[in-house]
């Protein structure tokens, strides 16, 4: 089964519009893998706009499933992520100030700096995982790195399959195939939702894990949160 971990951020971003606690995150952290997911995401940013720091720490003991933090490591968030100690790191290149993420790495062009900090968290034995387009390039440059992951961009697919271009998946099989081939895992994120989740799923060999945080919490608003993770856990068997 392909494992789901369920980005709260945007959990934190309605937090944050109001002040206070509500909602909980924490709180919904619990009852997120109560439901059945198999890991919590966030992606703190250096602004702190949705999570903050401080919920990383506040995180670590309630996360009894894989815990996965996502960002671009700058040194701030480095540091984070060796206090932490969470079970994945995944280096994402955002821009401080980037909506969202919106490109992988260049793998080849980043080769030294990449390399130099997953060795760092791999001393710490944090499992590493790199974002990247469905560009083999990339994914060989990625190998270099020494990465146990790579996490694939899964925006142009999703544009692609809402089109009704079900060829958009073949950059993402061939990238996934070159992958599991150099020894390393397969994630995937962005844009993925309960419409595309299955076809993506079905035509991806061997994807260990997908994060979803915006289309869940947006689907959740309709169906509520504990529907939308099973709903999600039945597409991913």
Not at 197 to 209: G, V
Request: with cysteine; hydrophobic share 40%.
């Amino acid at each position: 089964m392909t494992k789901l971990s369920v980005n709260i951020n945007k959990i934190a971003t309605l937090r944050n519009s109001r002040g206070g606690n509500m909602p909980n995150v924490l709180q919904v952290a619990k009852d997120v893998q109560r439901f059945g997911a198999h890991g919590i995401t966030i992606h703190p940013r250096p602004d702190e706009r949705h999570i903050r720091y401080q919920d990383a720490r506040d995180l670590k003991p309630i996360v009894y499933t894989e815990f996965n933090i996502e960002g671009n490591p700058v040194q701030k968030f480095i540091d984070l992520v060796l206090e932490v100690k969470p079970t994945q790191v995944t280096l994402v290149p955002d821009a401080d100030d980037a909506l969202t993420s919106n490109a992988g790495w260049d793998t080849i062009k980043n080769k030294i700096f990449l390399t130099e900090v997953i060795q760092e968290f791999k001393r710490n034995d944090i499992r590493t995982s790199i974002f990247v387009d469905p560009v083999l390039s990339m994914i060989e440059g990625a190998k270099i790195t020494g990465t146990d992951r790579i996490e694939l961009y899964t925006e142009e697919f999703a544009h692609q399959y809402v089109l009704g271009n079900e060829k958009g998946i073949l950059p993402y099989v061939e990238a996934a195939v070159l992958s599991n081939q150099l020894g390393m895992g397969v994630n995937a994120g962005h844009d993925l939702s309960l419409e595309n989740i299955l076809f993506f799923k079905n035509n991806i060999p061997n994807l260990l894990e997908v994060s979803i945080g915006h289309a869940l919490i947006c689907e959740s608003l309709y169906l509520g949160i504990e529907n939308v993770v099973n709903m999600y856990l039945h597409k991913l068997k």
